[in-house]
């Protein structure tokens, strides 16, 4: 028991310093189309950024709040704070392309460690335009954050799944091909996708509300700077992190909904830990992926580090590999690369079936 103890810590540990300290350097685009700055937006940004800027990120989310829902190419959002579900976040907005047809649809899953974000930060984001130019409509979400509820990050992502079942059942109003819909994201919004893109479906065909007898599942997700699991007990091979201390733990311990390290291994602790194994989640027949990560290599180089490390990417492609899964995996500075070259955007007017 002291040695799986120890490993809790380790991995626990990493999650307070990755989600509690909001995150990675951002991860730099090489071919993606994207800038630094909207990836960046995506991931949670740097934890510590140049001339002494301590969290970049919360200045971008600042000034995010602060737009309106217009594109960069002045369209306005067709729906705007939509409210999907009875909590306070439990809202989104939704842009709805041109088209003669019902239309795929592309949802963005804000970044932020689950603790921060807003769907705002989709607002100057050049995949929206992208898409939306290609004739896929877009819907930004927000979602409970982890502290929240007792249930910790699986509230955040439970929240994310019925928004998916809010938007197919408004297929008709909106116009929306309920049987093409993507999500993508970076870091929290990256993780999340890959859980929706690998969770079995989770409608209820028996339920009293027509939202939770809809699908939860989706054509395809966009991962930028994700972890490859949130059963963090798997970290420690994945990385090799260092132990953390005890009052890291208890801080992180409830993040999962648990009251304390012992419970881990408890039935509802590995209840919980299975849930979020986002690559015990993978199956074959599970829709394709496209992920990116640009990160160093080699041992963590600081907090930040730890849950956009690329060999959460090789982690991935292997996982795939061996499923005979569809995945688009780029990490280059570890030589994962995708030759074909496509971008974010491309992945998804390919996977949708939209002309270019």
């Known amino acids: 028991m002291k040695k799986r103890m120890n490993r809790a810590v380790v991995a626990i540990g990493s999650l307070v ?6 995150a990675m350097a951002a991860a730099q685009a090489t071919r993606t189309s994207l800038s630094d700055e909207e990836i960046a937006d995506m991931a949670g940004g740097p934890a510590f950024g140049k001339g002494g800027i301590k ?17 960069n190419n002045g369209v306005r ?14 809202r989104l907005d939704l842009w709805e392309a041109k088209s003669g047809k019902p239309a795929p649809l592309v949802i963005f899953i804000h970044g932020g460690g689950f603790m921060r974000g807003d769907k705002s930060l989709l607002y100057n984001s050049r995949v929206l335009v992208d898409l939306l130019n290609a004739g896929i409509s877009v819907a930004g ?26 938007l197919r059942m408004n297929a008709e109003e909106y116009h929306i091909d309920k049987e093409r819909i993507g999500c993508y994201g970076g870091s929290a919004g990256a993780v999340a996708s890959l859980w929706l ?30 972890p490859s699991t949130l ?43 299975a849930r979020l194994d986002v690559t ?54 570890i030589g994962l690369v995708d030759t074909s070259g496509e971008t974010l955007t491309d992945f998804f007017i390919r996977q949708l079936s939209v002309e270019p």
């Open 197 to 226: 893109a690998f969770h079995d479906d989770m409608a209820d065909p028996q339920s009293g509300d027509p939202v939770l007898r809809e699908s939860t599942r989706i054509a395809c997700a966009g991962a930028m700077a994700s």
């Open 141 to 166: 979400i927000n979602y409970r954050y982890w502290h929240q509820d007792s249930r910790g990050f699986l509230a955040s992502l439970e929240d994310i799944a019925h928004a998916v079942q809010f």
């Open 17 to 22: 310093c990755l989600f509690g300290l909001s």
């Open 55 to 71: 969290d970049p990120f919360a200045a971008q989310i600042k000034e995010a709040l602060t737009r309106e829902p217009v594109a």
């Open 77 to 90: 959002a067709t729906r705007h704070n939509v409210s999907y579900g009875p909590h306070a976040r439990n």
């Open 280 to 333: 015990a989640l993978m199956s074959a027949g599970d829709p394709p992926v496209y992920v990116f990560n640009n990160e160093a290599g080699g041992v963590p180089k600081g907090v930040g580090h730890m849950g956009h490390h690329p060999n959460h990417a090789k982690r991935i492609k292997e996982r795939a590999d061996e499923l005979g899964l569809k995945a688009v995996v780029s990490a280059p500075e």
């Open 231 to 273: 059963d963090l007990m798997q970290w420690p091979d994945i990385l090799g992190t260092p132990p953390m201390t005890d009052e890291q733990l208890k801080d992180a311990v409830a993040r999962f909904g648990l009251k304390d390290a012992e419970e881990i291994f408890s039935p509802k602790g590995e209840a919980v830990r």
